[in-house]
């Protein structure tokens, strides 16, 4: 079940656009990812809906063992997102870049988790590498 609905309403990726037009045929399998921004966005969204077997499933096969479904299941449990910021992407051939900024509430406090993500493309799909937190 996802906590976005099909209607109107804009995507929490925050790309303006409407969740159905965005990210919600990517998180049900409808689409894939055409750019290493479309897929950060859809891992957000993931995230919002704590939907860690996408996330796993979106994870790259050669990195994926290092995705800790536990500790990201409980820490999505204990925030709620705020926002997606998007710095700026690079993509070249099958690699790609995407450095963001996810806002987040913990508690009483606003946080921003600030990464640059290395992205990479096999047989036409993007896969999420992994990240480097920024400061």
């Known amino acids: 079940v996802y906590l976005y609905s099909r209607m109107s309403q804009k995507c929490p990726c925050q790309s303006k656009k409407n969740y159905s037009d965005c990210c919600e045929p990517l998180l049900t399998k409808q689409k894939v990812a055409t750019c290493p921004e479309a897929l950060m966005r859809s891992r957000y969204v993931a995230f919002c ?39 700026k992407t690079f993509e070249e051939g099958t690699n790609g870049f995407v450095e963001f900024k996810a806002h987040y509430k913990e508690g009483n406090r606003v946080q921003v988790h600030h990464e640059s993500s290395q992205f990479r493309q096999v047989f036409g799909l993007w896969y999420f590498v992994q990240g480097q937190i920024q400061s």
């Open 49 to 87: 809906n704590k939907d860690m077997d996408y996330l796993l499933q979106t994870t790259d096969p050669e990195t994926r063992s290092q995705f800790d479904t536990k500790a990201n299941r409980e820490w999505a449990a204990n925030v709620s997102f705020c926002g997606l910021e998007i710095v």
